[in-house]
């Protein structure tokens, strides 16, 4: 093989000058990319039960979109079912509701 053939293609100052530029713009957007991903959890649309018979708390069921099952929760009011909270498995998650199930129950028994 021939001395030259080893080095490579001659690259000329400019080009290298914006090979460099553009190596640096694709990390600052992988580094900005990440960032963004830890700052705001995956969403997990929850499907809702709502109290009835004895059952006093309104249930729901989310999947985890990290580890891909299904996770449980309970809340004592419909508005405290949404919001930010760790799955069952440790990832955090941005739990919306989806569906609602059920009509809730007015009032109590006598």
Known sequence: MRPDMRR????????AA?????????TSTIKVTR???RSRPPLAPA???TPRGRRRLWH???PCRACHTYHFGR???LDE???VRRAGCGHLVSVMIARVYGQ??????A
């Open 75 to 77: 809340a004592k009011a």
């Open 60 to 62: 729901y069921t989310y």
């Open 81 to 83: 079912v949404t919001g």
């Open 18 to 26: 914006n090979a460099v530029s553009a190596i640096a713009e694709a």
């Open 47 to 49: 499907s809702v039960f």
């Open 35 to 37: 960032a963004r991903s």
């Open 8 to 15: 490579g293609p001659q690259v000329t100052i400019p080009e």
């Open 104 to 109: 809730a129950e007015t009032g109590a028994a």
